[in-house]
T-cell receptor, first 112, second 114 residues
Framework: KAGVTQTPRYLIKTRGQQVTLSCSPI?????VSWYQQTPGQGLQFLFE???????NKGNFPGRFSGRQFSNSRSEMNVSTLELGDSALYLC???????????FGQGTRLTVV | AQSVTQPDIHITVSEGASLELRCNYS??????LFWYVQSPGQGLQLLLK??????LVQGIKGFEAEFKRSQSSFNLRKPSVHWSDAAEYFC????????????FGSGTRLLVRP
């Protein structure tokens, strides 16, 4: 069974640009969550999608958004990038009724 | 507000020695509790989880953790550490109300001396 796949693995963007990250969950998993990991703030919850609906949202500005498609694949978008958005972005998927989250390898975003 | 505290930023142990990583949580009820491990540049791998029942849970790679409600703790242990255990370890909680929102501690980096 394939794991959680995140693409791309690495990204370099310029301040002010926008970026879209992709996450393909484990087959059959309908919940996808996103996390930001930085040395200063650690692992922080961004948002969670279930059956194409945002079910939970963390404390991030509106520049961070996401969506989920009917096949459960998810994307997150960050607009007007700031240097502080440089981070490892992790996606996790979970099966219905099971709170165990399986993580992808992450996308390393560098904003210059 | 829910929170997780891992008081040790770094821990160094000798290979073959025992290990205990501390985790304390703050939550009104008994949350679901997890330990994850992260190797450099990689995602998170689940070591073990506690939902209910037996307070001593066994995980992968020879790890175990004990839930102590009275101390709001969920410490991770391993009787004999291997060099390949060097990584960063994260304790996490989730409310367990079908929410998949994980709240993580700040992590403990484990260094293993040969």
């Amino acid at each position: 069974k394939a794991g959680v796949t995140q693409t791309p693995r690495y990204l370099i963007k310029t301040r002010g640009q926008q970026v879209t990250l992709s996450c393909s969950p484990i087959s059959g998993h309908r919940s996808v969550s996103w996390y930001q990991q930085t040395p200063g703030q650690g692992l922080q919850f961004l948002f969670e999608y279930f059956s194409e609906t945002q079910r939970n949202k963390g404390n991030f500005p509106g520049r961070f958004s996401g969506r989920q498609f009917s096949n459960s694949r998810s994307e997150m978008n960050v607009s007007t990038l700031e240097l502080g958005d440089s981070a490892l972005y992790l996606c996790a998927s979970s099966a219905t009724g099971n709170t165990e989250a399986f993580f992808g390898q992450g996308t390393r975003l560098t904003v210059v | 507000a829910q929170s997780v505290t891992q008081p040790d930023i770094h821990i160094t142990v000798s290979e073959g020695a025992s290990l205990e990583l501390r985790c304390n949580y703050s939550y009104g009820a008994t949350p679901y509790l997890f330990w994850y491990v992260q190797s450099p540049g990689q995602g998170l791998q689940l070591l073990l989880k506690y939902f209910s029942g037996d307070t001593l849970v066994q995980g992968i790679k020879g790890f175990e953790a004990e839930f102590k409600r009275s101390q709001s703790s969920f410490n991770l242990r391993k009787p004999s550490v291997h060099w390949s255990d060097a990584a960063e370890y994260f304790c996490a909680v989730t409310p367990g109300d079908s929410s998949y929102k994980l709240i993580f501690g700040s992590g403990t980096r484990l260094l293993v001396r040969p």
